[in-house]
Nanobody, 130 residues
Framework: QVTLIESGGELVQAGGSLRLSCTAS????????MAWFRQAPGKEREFVAG??????????ADYTDSVKGRFTISRDGANGVALQMSSLKPEDTAVYYC?????????????????????WGQGTQVTVSS
């Protein structure tokens, strides 16, 4: 059984930084896309950042426009993914979810849809105060 566990969410002031971490168990995800999504109250879950394997110890990354230059996604070992968030804004407030695809992907774009991922964590709350 695959399980994803997120950590790192908390209350932070605008302009501050946070690092979210996610670890998957029950499978091997070194060549599978992993991503972060977020969901604010009353809104749909949206893609934040994703990463996929492109070669030996190399990964590509993709970001939604609103976080480019502020957030950085990185792989943390074979089954981990992290999201470094800086210059946080109140509009970044949401529950952040880690996601992983069930199959490896060696080419093509990183999926940005909820349906592109098979496994999900429970979410971690990020609250940015103004």
């Amino acid at each position: 059984q695959v399980t994803l566990i997120e950590s790192g969410g908390e209350l932070v002031q605008a302009g501050g930084s946070l690092r979210l971490s996610c670890t998957a168990s029950g499978g091997t995800f070194s060549a599978n896309p992993m991503a972060w999504f977020r969901q604010a109250p009353g809104k749909e879950r949206e893609f934040v950042a994703g990463t996929r394997w492109i070669g030996y110890r190399s990964y590509s990354a993709d970001y939604t426009d609103s976080v480019k230059g502020r957030f950085t996604i990185s792989r943390d070992g074979a089954n981990g993914v992290a999201l470094q968030m800086s210059s946080l804004k109140p509009e970044d407030t949401a529950v952040y979810y880690c996601a992983a695809a069930a199959t490896a992907q060696a080419s093509g774009d990183i999926g940005r849809g909820v349906g592109d991922y098979n496994y999900w964590g429970q979410g971690t709350q990020v609250t940015v105060s103004s």
